[in-house]
């Protein structure tokens, strides 16, 4: 079993949908990131968490450290936020673990 | 401020010829890390450096890698001896302190490099 589990692994969605990507985790960690990644470009951290909630224009990311689960939720979806969405948390030291990815396509 | 540069942004080497993969930082960011993305799988970990020093390599294979942030000039990730399994795009992040242990510290992570092997 991976250390951090992403769902769903594939998601389509409508222009203007609400978007939700759930991370869950197995390990102690300092902090959680999300990520996202452009096919064939360069990857853009978007949040960094260790608690409650963050939010940057239409991204919400949560974190839930009892739990051991985030979120990431996008709202008022739009076909430029197609690409893959990445969850990776900081455990011992620096080192990051991460997630297989969500691929989201968002349809005009 | 240019953010992090990798360079080349791609690169074709033969079986058996050598890879060297170069890292520049952000300006004022002191620790490096490189990640390894094999196709259809995701990032893996494989070594953290600050300057002159390699903290942790544990994700770097035993053999034929080597990485190096010297006291000037970018960091490099070497492949020695490149076989077909080495084709990946190879990324680089930096952060002005360790990541994940402050809000200030941010991985900032370049456009990665996409070594293919023939």
């Known amino acids: 079993k991976n250390e951090v589990e992403q769902s769903p692994q594939n998601l389509t969605a409508q222009e203007g949908e609400f978007i939700t990507i759930n991370c869950s985790y197995s390990?102690?960690?300092?902090?959680l990131h999300w990520l996202q990644q452009h096919p064939g470009g360069g990857i853009v951290s978007l949040f960094m968490?260790?608690?409650g909630k963050k939010k940057h224009g239409r991204l919400i990311a949560t974190i839930n450290i009892q739990e051991k689960h985030s979120s990431l939720h996008i709202t008022a979806s739009h076909p430029r936020d197609s690409a893959v969405y990445i969850c990776?948390?900081?455990?011992?030291?620096?080192?990051?673990?991460f997630g297989e990815g969500t691929q989201l396509t968002v349809n005009p | 401020n240019a953010g992090v540069m990798q360079n080349p942004r791609h690169l074709v080497r033969r079986r058996g010829q050598e890879a060297r993969l170069r890292c520049s930082p952000m300006?004022?960011?002191?620790?490096v890390y490189w990640y390894r993305q094999l196709p259809e799988e995701g990032l893996k970990f494989m070594v953290y450096l600050q300057k002159e020093n390699i903290i942790d390599e544990s994700g770097m294979p035993k053999e034929r890698f080597s990485a190096e942030f010297p006291k000037e000039g970018p960091s490099i990730l070497r492949i020695q001896q490149v076989v077909r399994g080495d084709s990946a795009a190879y990324f680089c992040a930096s952060s002005r302190g360790l990541a994940g242990n402050s809000g200030a510290n941010v991985l900032t992570f370049g456009a990665g490099s996409r070594l293919t092997v023939l």
């Open positions: 390990v102690g960690i300092s902090a």
């Open positions: 990776a948390v900081t455990t011992s030291g620096s080192r990051l673990t």
């Open positions: 968490l260790s608690s």
């Open positions: 300006k004022g960011h002191s620790h």
